[in-house]
């Protein structure tokens, strides 16, 4: 069991950065590859970017290439999302996911955070 906790969200300026971690509980984060995902209201969520439990590949959403990345820190069973030159249409819900897998699709993740709010402003 992995339980996700994700905290770092807010309201940011165009061009601004902002940088999301999620904290895991359970011993065995270390092996779990993690995610983010977002989602804006009425629509799917959606792959942001993910890593392997041993960091040694990532994988991230071509709409935030260059923009987003994505690290982990096991010692303290915690994963960042650092965004920088955020755009109105990063706004959303932002979710940490869990997988044995490295997660790129919603329906493969085991586990889910509630998900912390992210709001560009224009």
């Known amino acids: 069991q992995v339980q996700l906790v994700e905290s770092g969200g807010g309201l940011v300026q165009v061009g601004g950065s902002l940088r999301l971690s999620c904290a895991a509980s359970?011993?065995?984060?270390?092996?779990?590859?993690m995610g983010w995902f977002r989602q804006i209201p009425r629509k799917e969520r959606e792959f942001v970017a993910s890593?392997?439990?041993?960091?040694?590949?990532?994988s991230i959403a071509n709409s935030v290439k260059g923009r987003f990345t994505i690290s982990r820190d096991n010692a303290k069973n915690t994963i960042y999302l650092q965004m920088n030159s955020l755009k109105p249409e990063d706004t959303a819900v932002y979710y940490c996911a869990a997988d044995k897998a490295l997660p790129t699709t919603p329906s493969q993740v085991d586990y889910w955070g509630q998900g912390t709010q992210v709001t560009v402003s224009s």
């Open positions: 359970g011993r065995t984060f270390s092996t779990y590859a």
């Open positions: 890593i392997t439990w041993n960091r040694l590949s990532t």
